[in-house]
């Protein structure tokens, strides 16, 4: 009876070399007759702090004839890196043992060297671009179709030098007639009209004022739910203890006031609670620059609610060899225009912007490009209650139908008084 035969095995090992998983070249330009007779380097990137960087190679490989060069980086690297993995195993026959390792593809291009020229011509052959190359090849050895396709080529370069020309003469004859400070203005204005990026999902043919900026869309179920817990310190707060938070400022002026009029009914209560809490946490949250620790708003917000502040209202930065959050300008307006409609659902859609543009300090101007930007009617505050002897606050008024979103004039005057 023949003995059974031994199962082979295998075993992973990672990279065979630290940070550098083994090599699998291609050949764009043939299929390799002779292995033995190739030489390979491989160069790495010397910033290894760079969480990207530090990856990146370049594969070197040279024959008696062409020499030849792959990346794993830039515009032409190959896709498949990124969306599969490779493996290499070394088999052995002996013991059935199979030692798989980690692999990566380079595509190998063939790099034209320089052809050993007389004098002046090797220099200047050597400072031509791989591109130039290839067309004195096309224009030595290459078909008619080849080179009809390089003078169209040509053609439309020096098409496009006299565009650009003809575009940086004009751009300097704007600049003569309008002046800097005119065009300044013009960005600042194309950089009001871009905060509509930034703004909440806007239903334009809602029904009701509700279901312009819906609930669901700052505050999904479940982070409503997460909310639960730290707003009981809202539920349950006394006449007294709003007058000491007042007095200490520990809250925003619109939250203060409002929690003077939570309703009496549990289920009410509670929802202006919690909603409360988050337009609070919001607005502190933009307070901040540069977030570096791990719960930047204390142990006590819920975790779903921190990872939503820092998904949706920060930017990732590299700095010092780390990735750093950052609240920008951008983020600041994105977050402020959240806090406006949140105030609009917790104040039955009619908000003082001019509270909500001091607890968030911002300038009036830019406060009121978001709420226009956001389709609020702009009003003055003169005659509501509590604010009678105080005519400078601005109200914002979300109504229905939506009035049609157009540029502020605030340039244009400010053109015409130039």
């Known amino acids: 009876m023949a003995a059974a035969a031994s199962a082979a095995t295998w075993r992973y090992r990672g990279n065979p070399e630290a940070e550098q998983p083994a090599v699998l070249v291609q050949f764009a330009n043939g299929r390799l007759q002779r292995s033995d007779s190739m030489r390979f380097t491989v160069y790495r990137n010397r910033d290894t702090a760079h969480p990207r960087k530090k990856h990146r190679r370049i594969l070197v490989s040279e024959t008696e004839r062409l020499s030849y060069v792959g990346n794993n980086f830039g515009s032409g690297v190959m896709k498949c890196n990124s969306l599969c993995r490779y493996f290499v195993g070394v088999l052995d026959k002996d013991s059935g043992q199979m030692e798989v390792y980690n692999a990566e593809i380079f595509n190998m291009q063939p790099l034209l060297s320089v052809v050993t020229v007389q004098n002046n011509c090797s220099l200047d052959y050597q400072s031509k671009s791989y591109r130039e190359k290839m067309d004195l090849c096309i ?7 080849q080179k009809r396709a390089l003078n169209s080529r040509r053609m439309n370069a020096v098409g496009n030098d006299i565009l650009n020309t003809a575009v940086t003469k004009a751009a300097a004859n704007i600049i003569g007639a309008k002046g800097v400070t005119a065009l300044i203005q013009d960005v600042a204005q194309d950089d009001v009209q871009n905060i509509s990026i930034f703004l909440p999902p ?22 409503y739910e997460a909310l639960r817990v730290p707003a009981e310190v809202f539920v349950n707060i006394t006449p007294e203890e709003i007058t000491k938070k007042t007095e200490e400022k520990s809250h925003c002026s619109f939250v203060l006031e409002e929690l003077k009029f939570l309703p009496p009914a549990e289920k009410s209560r509670d929802h202006k609670a919690r909603c409360l809490w988050f337009l609070d946490t919001l607005i502190k949250f933009s307070y901040l620059k540069v977030i570096k620790k791990k719960h930047p708003l204390g142990p006590e917000c819920p975790h779903i609610i921190s990872r939503k502040l820092m998904k949706n209202f920060t930017s990732l930065t590299y700095n010092n060899g780390s990735v750093q959050n950052l609240i920008s300008a951008s983020m600041k307006a994105k977050i402020t225009a959240y806090v406006i409609a949140l105030a609009l659902h917790i104040n039955n859609f009619q908000i ?23 389709r609020l009617k702009i009003s003055k505050a003169k005659g509501l209650l509590g604010l009678e002897n105080d005519q400078n606050h601005k109200l914002g008024t979300l109504s229905l139908p939506l009035p049609v979103p157009k540029a502020s004039g605030n340039q244009r005057k400010r053109r015409k008084m130039d």
């Open 352 to 374: 003082d912007l001019t509270v909500l543009q001091n607890d968030m300090k911002l300038q009036e101007s830019r406060m009121m490009d978001i709420a226009k930007a956001m």
């Open 202 to 223: 806007c239903n334009e043919d809602a029904d009701k004022p509700e279901n312009v900026y819906k609930f669901e869309d700052i505050l999904s179920p479940a982070e």
């Open 139 to 145: 224009e030595a050895f290459g078909t008619s179709k």
